[in-house]
């Protein structure tokens, strides 16, 4: 009778312990996947996001001096957006919801300020005020929002990787003659 009680624990022992190990290793497993998917999403966006926000450059934060773009150049921008978001790197689809938003509502103001014509060319009156603080507004917020997405506008999260200042040592005192 004891070697079949002590068969019967070895068994249920043995049971328990590939039980417990399958489900220990099967969450882990899924968690180290989920974390490889995304090390690899961050890098491909970070690839499509520096030639964006490079590309943002056409409109920045103010206009030099005598240097605003004519409405026929903001449709050129449009379309230089549209060919990064559609082109072979297939940029658009990396964007987050947030960066989407914002690409969007950048790309429908470049073609409002525009304002083709019936023809489909721009209209030739300048930019005034309100479109050209709009449009620099809204390029502005896409590069915010970029940045925040890679997490370039954050400090680092780990506080071992922050480098402390350096400790100030005590004041020097005179040695007292001997």
């Given amino acids: 009778m004891t070697v079949v009680i002590g068969l019967v624990g070895v068994v249920l022992g043995g049971l328990i312990g ?7 290793n099967r969450s882990s497993m899924l968690i180290q996947l989920e974390h490889s998917y995304d090390v690899t999403l961050r890098d491909k966006r970070l690839e499509r996001y520096q030639v964006l926000f490079h590309l943002s ?19 050129e921008f449009w379309n230089t957006f549209h060919d990064w978001y559609f082109g072979a790197d297939a940029g658009g689809m990396f964007l987050t919801k947030a960066s989407k938003a914002c690409y969007l509502n950048l790309q429908n103001a470049l073609i409002d300020v525009a304002r083709l014509d019936a023809t489909g060319t721009p209209c030739a009156e300048p930019l005034d005020e309100a479109e050209s603080r709009l449009v620099r507004h809204l390029a502005s917020e896409l590069r915010h929002q970029l940045a925040e997405d890679v997490g370039a506008s954050h400090p680092p999260r780990l506080r071992w990787s922050r480098v402390d200042r350096t400790v ?11």
């Fill in 18 to 24: 590939a039980v417990t190990s399958y489900v220990t």
């Fill in 57 to 75: 450059e056409c409109i920045p934060r103010s206009w030099r001096p005598g240097a605003e773009p004519a409405r026929a150049r903001l449709l």
């Fill in 168 to 178: 100030e040592g005590p004041e020097p005192t005179a040695v007292p003659d001997r």
